[in-house]
């Protein structure tokens, strides 16, 4: 959403308002049950999203529900937080009903036995399923809450208690349904080895950074008796052909503090095309043929927000052991859609003398990678606008090529996905030559803690004469090959 404009309201809710006028949704009609199209695990940064697809229907009530009176049934609770519910376990979760927790003392009074509250308490005599969205704080923002679809449950007891400000709050048990994979149990997991690496079972080393990262690399292998990787050097640099002070720089801006979205003076905005490619949270607005950074030439500080890809890794990443696909690349934090992930790093390959890279099996190159990365985020078309992302056809390929087969960083462990996660985008913030950029990563939708992240390695044909593997990526809409 446009920050120059009405920056008074929410970006989501704004964003929200827009499709639901338009009827971008998905799962309209209210039902109980799953949502088809939402898989157990799946996170979520906004409560709008919840809305959008179909998940949970109420923007700010925690208890969505179908039919009036004595007829109504609960479909789903979001647990975010707001009314003391006790979630410690993974599954069983206490439920505080709706109403009265003003955070004015004169307008507290009793809950009542009305709406969702009603709902619920049918509910329990019905014994019908009801999707459960716990919130957890998300580490990556003060304000901000992460919520995660944990699958079904149902209502075992309810009761009345009194709270700690003195009014009867309705309170109800529910059930986690059994056989469903984990959800929220994955992310309690997860933050505990945050907290305390050592908790992590099964690692075979600690970080095999060696110190590169400033949050340590673990490897692990939970698949066979595999006990290591072949040698190389971990590096976070990009080894060019050439000293980068013989190249010629990327020309910057003069913004004194830093740069704004809108600001036509600024130099490094009007490389983007007369806009910043980041928001506010860092998070990148929609994928281009190259994103142009704020780097040493320019005036504004560190603290700019047109510096992502600069800053250091805040992730806990893994490496593992994967059950068909040699080693993987996996993180323990969540990662917001549009966020920067890592670089791709290595040794830039002189074409001229390395006419044959058959056996380098950690070969990056820029081959078209599918018409979902290219339109990634470019969403015009579904308001009547004219589009304007590069489609296939469109693609031309930048002659870099970057093997890391010798000195590369956790990007060369990810393997090839025909349904990716994460997608590739070129970067200049040094060099002022589009076909010598940085390759970064980027999430191409919310990633789950301990998902796998992989990334297109490109459509066979694009370009005649490069070797073709058979894919296991498992995706149900895999090509066969990559």
């Given amino acids: 959403m446009d920050e120059t404009q009405d920056a008074s309201r929410r970006a989501d809710m704004k964003a929200g308002a827009i499709m639901m006028a338009s009827n971008i949704r998905a799962n309209a009609g209210k039902k109980v049950g799953p949502a088809p199209g939402v898989e157990i695990g799946d996170i979520f940064y906004f409560r709008m999203e919840l809305c959008i697809i179909g998940l949970h229907a109420q923007s700010m009530g925690g208890i969505d529900y179908i039919g009036n009176g004595g007829d109504s049934v609960a479909i789903c609770i979001v647990a975010a937080g707001g009314y003391e519910n006790q979630d410690d376990d993974a599954d069983t979760l206490v439920y505080s009903g709706s109403g009265g927790n003003s955070r004015n003392t004169e307008e507290r009074h009793d809950q009542k036995l009305e709406r969702g509250n009603l709902a619920l308490e049918r509910s329990l005599h019905r014994k019908n399923e009801i999707r459960v969205v716990r919130g957890f704080k998300d580490p990556a923002c003060v304000s901000g809450k992460i919520y995660i679809y944990d699958g079904l449950y149902k209502i075992q007891e309810s009761w009345k208690e009194r709270t700690k400000f003195g009014i009867n709050c309705f309170k109800y048990r529910l059930q986690r349904e059994p056989g469903q994979p984990d959800g929220a149990a ?7 080895w945050i907290q305390d690496a ?10 095999l950074s060696s110190g590169a990262e400033i949050i340590p ?8 008796h595999e006990k290591g990787l072949g040698h190389f050097t971990y590096t976070n640099e990009v080894k060019y052909l050439r000293p980068l002070s013989s190249m010629r720089p990327l020309q910057g801006c003069h913004c004194e503090s830093v740069c704004l979205p809108g600001d036509s003076s600024c130099a490094c905005g009007q490389h983007n095309g007369g806009d910043l490619p980041y928001n506010s949270s860092g998070v990148l607005v929609f994928r281009k043929p190259v994103i142009y950074e704020c780097g040493e030439s320019c005036h504004c500080t560190l603290n700019c927000r047109n510096r992502v890809t600069q800053k250091e890794n805040r992730y806990h990443f ?3 052991r994967t059950t068909n696909r040699g080693w993987g690349l996996r993180c323990w934090d969540p990662i917001r859609a549009g966020a920067f992930i890592c670089e791709y790093t290595g040794e830039v390959v002189d074409e001229l ?3 044959d ?6 070969i990056f190159q820029t081959a078209c990678p599918g018409e979902k990365t290219l339109k990634w985020n470019c969403g015009r ?11 296939a056809d469109e693609f031309e390929p930048l002659p870099i090529k ?18 990716p996660n994460v997608f590739w985008q070129p970067v200049q913030y040094d060099l002022g030559d589009d076909k010598n950029p940085h390759i970064m990563f980027f999430a191409l939708n919310h990633i789950p803690p301990m998902t796998e992240l992989t990334y297109d390695y490109g459509v066979v044909g694009a370009e005649p004469g490069r070797r073709t593997r058979n894919c296991l990526c498992g995706s149900s809409s895999c090509r066969g090959v990559f």
Avoid: P
């Fill in 353 to 355: 003398n390395n006419l």
């Fill in 318 to 320: 893994e490496v593992f």
């Fill in 357 to 362: 890279d058959s056996g380098d099996d950690y």
């Fill in 186 to 192: 994955i992310w309690k997991m997860t933050q505990r």
């Fill in 198 to 207: 050592s908790t992590r079972g099964r690692v075979i080393l600690h970080d």
């Fill in 381 to 391: 078309e579904l308001l009547g606008e004219e589009s304007t992302y590069v489609t």
């Fill in 402 to 419: 970057i093997s890391a087969k010798r000195r590369g960083n956790v990007s060369r462990f990810m393997n090839h996905s025909c349904s």
């Fill in 217 to 224: 690399v673990c490897l692990v292998n939970e698949v066979d």
